[in-house]
């Protein structure tokens, strides 16, 4: 498929409904283009289901299946490792839970994980799979049951077996041409990914590989550039964590158009339209067992920006495990993803449903975006003053103009990003073995992995989250005098970046406007876990050693406003204060419109007319200072209108918005 997200004849097209955001729900638009699918698709995630022992994890599983059936999921997506063993005994667990959400209406569209590779469990896989596995599927030749595709009204769904991206993504390329115009979005299942939380493919077959094993290695660049280019969004499991992060398909100091260091501020141009960011999205889908995994290496800062970050493993601090359901939903060219997160103690079957009896759900991350849209990363304000020039290191919400298809505008005009999470990570180490491993000394290793994973902390090119993300370890001759050893990862403290989208919907029969989308503002409320999920407080707790780029701790985190929730509910987190202004078409006649936003199911005014402040915008209403409103004013948002340009209007908000020019 040729990117619809750069076709602007295509981004006009109309919407069949307004898909809910955190504070909205369904809406019908007259304007409903027949071209587009009737119906929406969503996707729910179902995270590794293993649980020990032989068994499969019944309760999270169980609990996981129910919570999607609730949200009126038709698709699920088994991330894989749905067994421990593979054995009989469990797939009929497995299937026994799975098949009454199928007599229900759910389809199903399994993965292969690492923990159903061998050829007798692959014999066990295909047996139990393939009958979930929709008849309409068109499979890899030679990999079928294991790698295979559907698409699902304007959803096309890739699932591939553990590790079997480098095998199968000669297949992908045919697979994105052959139905090229049947689809605008793109979902690729796996049980792993490139990167990953605490794995990936590219640690473990390159920078860790084995000498002369180049399937991966050849094409690593060309995977995330044609992944970035279709806006795929990736989900895993085998992590046993939850994750969320940006893979980039340029590295940093790129000056290719549309390159990375670039579109930081998000922009649009007089001849390319609106510009996404060069990368795609990465789930890494959370849990669903009876283990959790500690936080291992960290950011791979140079391809990966992590966005959100959860685990719990009841150990060193956690308290308990995480059931974890994602959902995306699909409309048209609106993507809304929820993914929520349940709290339990189980350690195995027989301990009973316990706290999985009554799930106590919460909405731990959200993002709503379209294919019209813009984008950024925003950094938290916790970066040293003197490395904020470099590479454009944005800690303001402050971005270029995006544009509309009726030409109406929009920016972020101010605010800085003081609400961010933290988490640390592990000690770990990285091996070369001389004549079996790709890298053959420590010098080569060190070279791999600032060639593929981690940016080596330079004055021109600071590594955010280490003044020495790496270093050498020990090293020894084996039995045969070849050398063997490794480098050190050192633990650190990583802050969280904000994933900012604006995007665009047509204009709808109670707007006066095209609608603009503000996502990305609301996902974090300042929490701070150690490398296994024990909780920390931000603003007393100092981070790993050597976790700044100058060479000292992250510390306390002073500046964490007095609003934020410190916790995981985005349903309840306030965010930043940030400032966002929409301009109007001169079409558009200003003394008839007010800016208006969608909430509660509904378009209503922000605020009444009298309330709306006849004033330019100011920078220091995101930060603190309240202009003089008229009395009665102070239960609205803080809007105006900026007559020193032709329909210009502009606002404070806090958390994640949908805003119109609406009818006075």
Not at 481 to 490: D, L, Q, Y
Not at 557 to 571: C, F, I, M, N, Y
């Amino acid at each position: 498929m040729k990117s619809s997200t750069f076709k602007r004849s295509i981004l006009a097209m109309g919407i069949t409904a307004i898909i809910a955001g955190c504070n909205s729900s369904n809406t019908e638009d007259e304007n409903t283009n027949p071209s587009q699918p009737s119906g929406s698709v969503k996707v729910g995630l179902l995270p590794d289901t293993q649980g020990g022992g032989w068994n499969v994890a019944v309760h999270p599983m169980e609990a996981v299946l129910a919570k999607h059936k609730e949200e009126g999921v038709n698709v699920v997506i088994p991330v894989g490792d749905l067994t421990d063993n593979g054995s009989t005994h469990e797939w009929e667990q497995w299937v026994g839970v799975a098949q009454k959400y199928r007599d229900a209406g759910i389809e199903f569209l399994p993965v292969m994980g690492n923990h159903e590779t061998s050829w007798a469990y692959t014999v066990e896989w295909i047996e139990n799979m393939r009958h979930f596995i929709p008849e309409d599927a068109k499979h890899m030749p030679s990999a079928e049951w294991l790698n295979y595709y559907v698409v699902r009204e304007n959803v096309l769904m890739i699932g591939l077996a553990y590790y079997n991206l480098p095998i199968a993504f000669g297949w992908i390329k045919e697979v994105l041409a052959d139905e090229e115009g049947n689809f605008d979005h793109v979902v690729i299942a796996s049980h792993d990914g490139l990167v990953g939380a605490k794995y990936g493919e590219t640690r473990e077959q390159i920078v860790e590989g084995v000498k002369d094993d180049n399937r991966l290695f050849d094409i690593h660049k060309e995977i995330r550039e044609t992944f970035a280019e279709h806006d795929v969004i990736w989900v895993q499991g085998h992590e046993h964590m939850y994750q969320r992060s940006q893979i980039h398909a340029r590295t940093y100091g790129s000056n290719d158009p549309g390159g990375r260091s670039n579109v930081d501020t998000l922009a649009s141009t007089p001849s390319g339209g609106n510009h996404r960011m060069p990368s795609y999205t990465q789930i890494v889908s959370g849990n669903a067992s009876y283990k959790g995994y500690e936080y291992r290496y960290g950011e791979r800062e140079l391809i990966q920006d992590v966005i959100h970050h959860k685990m719990d493993t009841m150990d060193n601090g956690s308290e308990h495990y995480d059931a974890n359901a994602p959902i995306l939903t699909f409309d048209g060219q609106r993507i809304d993803y929820h993914a929520y997160s349940a709290p339990h103690t189980i350690k195995h079957n027989d301990d009973g449903p316990k706290e999985l009896a009554d799930p106590q759900w919460i909405m731990m991350d959200t993002f709503s975006r379209t294919l019209d849209r813009c984008e950024a990363l925003i950094y938290p304000n916790s970066i040293p003053e003197d490395q904020r020039p470099i590479l454009n290191h944005i800690v303001e919400y402050k971005t270029a103009s995006c544009v509309g298809t009726d030409g109406s505008s929009a920016q972020l005009v101010g605010g800085t990003n003081n609400t961010f999470n933290r988490v640390d990570t592990t000690q770990r180490t990285l091996s070369f073995h001389e004549g079996f491993k790709r890298a053959e000394t420590m010098n080569d290793l060190t070279r791999l992995a600032y060639q593929f994973l981690f940016t080596q902390n330079k004055a021109w090119d600071p590594n955010l989250n280490s003044a020495q993300r790496i270093h050498d370890g020990e090293q020894e001759a084996d039995e045969t005098g070849a050398m063997k050893g490794n480098i050190v990862v050192p633990a650190t403290t990583i802050d969280m970046k904000k994933h900012v989208t604006l995007s665009w919907m047509p204009k709808l029969a109670q707007t006066e406007s095209d609608v603009l989308i503000v996502s990305g503002m609301q996902v974090h409320g300042g929490t701070y876990q150690n490398s296994h999920g024990g909780a920390k407080d931000i603003t007393t707790e100092t981070g790993e050693p050597g976790s700044q780029p100058d060479g000292t701790a992250k510390g306390p985190h002073t500046s964490l406003p007095a609003t934020a929730t410190k916790g995981w509910d985005v349903e309840q987190i306030i965010g930043d204060h940030y400032g966002v202004q929409f301009t109007a078409d001169d079409s558009i006649n200003a003394d008839n419109v007010t800016l208006g936003q969608y909430t509660d199911g509904e378009w209503r005014a922000i605020a009444p007319e009298n309330c709306v402040l006849d004033i330019a915008w100011d920078e220091s209403f995101a930060n603190g200072v309240t202009p003089q409103r008229p009395a009665g004013c102070d239960a609205y948002p803080v809007v105006g209108y900026d007559r020193n340009y032709e329909n210009r209007w502009w606002l404070v908000a806090d958390k994640d918005i949908e805003i119109a020019l609406v009818s006075k």
